[in-house]
């Protein structure tokens, strides 16, 4: 197949995330497998306009402003001169309405919607723009097939009128050459918590400050390990501080990936409390090195637990849940063992070359339809 695909960022985009690595992970396979990918997204300042990587063609046009705005044109003359048998269109952000403007057959891929979660992240104002720019989505995109990463996305696709029979589900994988146990490498003296991830409003990481301060009148030697970067690090570090914990809350800001995994490694749980996630691959990241995770019961993140195996599930925004299931673990070594075990058994079913088979069957289904 010659395959066109649309996504707002790519890897080397500053601003990628795990839609990211969902879309370039398959995307890769797919040019292993002997088809040809040509990636058309946003640039930002120095990029280059074109370059191969790993075989798929990136093309970057606008920035991460304008490109919803700038792609339409972009893509009708790309695709007016070459033929691109199907377009896998990626929707992590704002939908680009493609069926308005561009006749071929189409995949929707979905790691996960705003709705009204963007108000917790941004301004009213542009958390509204943002907001009615999903509104259509259902009515544009009703009849074509969607492929999503859990079963939450799917319920909430379905919610918002899309039929059932036209929504796949296909998990994401982990790298196994980078993602396991080390039997060499020790949990850290002290315990230790980790927050792995983009630094968001959304992501919810000041609650497990919070938490901590708690966790510390009973175990009072347990530090958090604060990893990534984005626009809400400054407003973390002032809560850390105005409750004492300065000294108890690491930001190392970003790190390389061999230091993300030996923290991984060490830390004795990881944990994600997000208000909304596609999917919350960190978790099974980590279950991987043999971390346990304490994860909020919300979409996605509930969908990457296998609550009471890989860890522990908590009610989203109650701080005492969440200090309750911290004390389990790190007070009980038995159950802590115990869920590194389940998490090494459970992250064991999610595999990149499985998820890109199944992708590539969906995607020979979409063309012959």
């Known amino acids: 197949?010659?395959?066109?695909?649309?996504?707002?960022?790519?890897?080397?985009?500053?601003?990628?995330?795990?839609?990211?690595?969902?879309?370039?992970?398959?995307?890769?396979?797919?040019?292993?497998?002997?088809?040809?990918?040509?990636?058309?997204?946003?640039?930002?300042?120095?990029?280059?306009?074109?370059?191969?990587i790993e075989g798929i063609r990136i093309l970057r046009f606008g920035n991460r402003y304008n490109f919803n705005l700038v792609v339409p044109r972009h893509l009708c003359r790309i695709a007016g001169r070459e033929h691109f048998d199907i377009l896998i269109e990626d929707i992590n952000k704002i939908p680009f309405y493609t069926p308005l403007y561009l006749k071929m057959k189409r995949l929707v891929v979905i790691p996960h919607l705003f709705a009204t979660t963007v108000f917790q992240e941004i301004n009213p104002l542009l958390g509204t723009?943002?907001?009615?720019?999903?509104?259509?989505?259902?009515?544009?995109?009703?009849?074509?097939?969607?492929?999503?990463i859990s079963a939450?996305?799917?319920?909430?696709?379905?919610?918002?009128?899309?039929?059932?029979?036209?929504?796949?589900?296909i998990h994401c994988g982990i790298d196994r050459s980078v993602y396991f146990k080390d039997p060499a490498v020790a949990k850290f003296e002290r315990p230790t918590l980790l927050y792995l991830g983009r630094i968001k409003k959304y992501k919810s990481i000041q609650h497990v400050i919070v938490a901590l301060k708690k966790v510390r009148r009973q175990m009072p030697e347990t530090q958090l390990m604060v990893v990534g970067t984005g626009d809400y690090l400054d407003q973390l570090k002032r809560l850390a501080a105005s409750l004492g914990l300065a000294e108890a809350v690491e930001f190392p800001g970003f790190v390389s990936q061999g230091e993300k995994v030996r923290r991984m490694r060490q830390a004795h749980v990881a944990v994600l409390p997000s208000l909304k996630e596609g999917w919350g691959l960190t978790n099974i990241e980590c279950n991987a090195c043999g971390t346990a995770v304490v994860a909020a019961d919300s979409p996605g993140l509930r969908d990457s637990v296998d609550n009471g195996v890989s860890g522990l599930l908590y009610r989203y925004g109650d701080i005492d849940d969440l200090v309750q299931k911290l004390l389990a673990i790190l007070g009980e070594a038995q159950l802590r063992q115990r869920l590194e075990q389940g998490g090494i058994a459970w992250?064991?079913?999610?595999?990149?070359?499985?998820?890109?088979?199944?992708?590539?069957?969906?995607?020979q289904e979409v063309v012959g339809s």
Not at 129 to 148: D, G, S
Not at 152 to 169: K, L, Q, V
């Open 1 to 52: 197949m010659n395959i066109l695909a649309l996504n707002w960022n790519d890897l080397k985009n500053p601003y990628a995330g795990g839609a990211e690595v969902h879309l370039e992970e398959l995307l890769r396979r797919l040019v292993q497998y002997g088809h040809a990918v040509t990636l058309v997204c946003s640039g930002w300042k120095g990029c280059l306009p074109e370059e191969k």
């Open 129 to 148: 723009y943002i907001y009615l720019a999903e509104r259509p989505l259902t009515r544009v995109y009703r009849h074509h097939k969607f492929n999503v």
């Open 152 to 169: 939450s996305t799917a319920d909430d696709m379905a919610a918002r009128g899309i039929p059932r029979e036209n929504i796949s589900i």
């Open 347 to 363: 992250a064991a079913r999610f595999d990149w070359d499985l998820a890109a088979r199944q992708f590539e069957r969906l995607l």
